[in-house]
């Protein structure tokens, strides 16, 4: 992903110019309703119903992880107690230019775990209780461990994430993201890397996922290496969203911008 790539040119190609262009006739695949066998016994993860997308090599699981009230009581505890990168760590370098990023960024994790991004390697910040507590919910809910948060905040429909892989080298692989959603609902695109823009040499349809406040979607491998994905603008909409992308970064991999 753009934020963990230390080459400019990846971050050039992920589009952070919020052209994201969603494709008419975007498919919705919700598939499957009901549990599925997911990898762990916790009674956090036997209460929940996920919902299966697929697609050619994509794979992802949606449920809803927190009921309203306790989403809304989330958002207000993040909006109360984190803090965001501003100066150079608020910036990216795109067609050429460092610009402002369409939304604002901060990341926590382990002690000792660093993340490259745009150009420079950056430590974590320790775990908050409160992000301490949402990655071990997450954890309960997926059966997977998580070592990481990378947090971005939306202030409404003008911010955007731009297409890009989070396919980075520092994350252990095979290992699934968990992406946690409070507030304004938003729509998440993933485009197959080989039908993408003018140069597509295949026609896959669009994979869009409405991300509800409160709701867990697992992107599990391979979806990182074929897809894309993106948030793109959506200039009516006036809520805040906060997202979390949990992540296992393999310390042994870390890598080190100039
Ligand atoms: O805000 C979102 O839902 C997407 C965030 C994202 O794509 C990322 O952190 O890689």
Not at 143 to 162: E, S
Request: a positive charge; one cysteine or more; hydrophobic letters at 35%.
């Amino acid at each position: 992903m753009d934020r963990f790539v230390k080459k400019r040119k990846r971050v050039t190609e992920d589009k952070e110019d919020g052209t994201t262009n969603q494709a008419a006739g975007v498919s919705k695949v919700r598939k499957k309703e009901g549990n599925v066998n997911i990898n762990t016994d916790s009674a956090v993860a036997k209460s929940l119903k996920w919902q299966q997308f697929s697609s050619e090599n994509l794979d992802c699981r949606y449920t809803i992880l927190y009921s309203k009230a306790e989403a809304d009581n989330l958002i207000s505890e993040c909006e109360r107690s984190l803090t965001y990168n501003t100066g150079p760590m608020a910036r990216i370098f795109v067609f050429g230019k460092w610009r402002d990023l369409p939304r604002k960024q901060t990341a926590h994790g382990d002690d000792g775990l660093t993340y490259s991004y745009s150009g420079k390697t950056v430590a974590a910040t320790p775990w908050t209780p409160l992000l301490k507590n949402i990655r071990d919910r997450v954890a309960a809910a997926s059966g997977f461990t998580f070592n990481f948060v990378l947090i971005n905040r939306y202030k409404d429909g003008q911010d955007y994430i731009g297409e890009h892989r989070d396919d980075e080298q520092d994350l252990v692989h095979g290992h699934p993201i968990a992406s946690l959603s409070l507030g304004q609902p938003r729509d998440f695109v993933f485009k197959h890397a080989k039908a993408r823009g003018k140069n597509a040499t295949r026609q896959i349809a669009p994979v869009t996922i409405k991300l509800e406040h409160g709701c867990l979607l697992m992107m599990n491998h391979p979806t990182n290496t074929y897809w894309y994905h993106s948030l793109p603008q959506r200039k009516a909409l006036s809520g805040i969203r906060i997202n979390m992308t949990f992540r296992k970064i393999d310390p042994s991999k870390m890598t080190s911008a100039k």
